[in-house]
């Protein structure tokens, strides 16, 4: 195998939103770091299941609710 062909893989420290920690591996930074996140599955929609806004440009979602009027859950 070629030597420095990998990328360094070392511990760094993750800080979620709220500010619990947890340790991975990761190419990031360098050994020790810390990797504070602004989005996390805690706090994001994506991942909590919370409510979603859609907005209208141009009316496409209003066109689409329209073609699709008749079927249920559209």
Sequence with gaps: MK?????????????M????????RSCAGSAGD????DIDPRTHPAWTG????LLDRGGRISRFK????????A
């Design 34 to 37: 810390r990797i504070a996140l």
């Design 66 to 73: 329209s073609k699709f009027k008749g079927i249920p859950g």
């Design 17 to 24: 939103t709220d500010g619990s920690e947890f340790v991975t």
């Design 3 to 15: 030597k420095d062909l990998h990328p360094d893989y070392h511990p760094v420290t993750v800080v």
């Design 50 to 53: 919370g409510q979603q806004t």
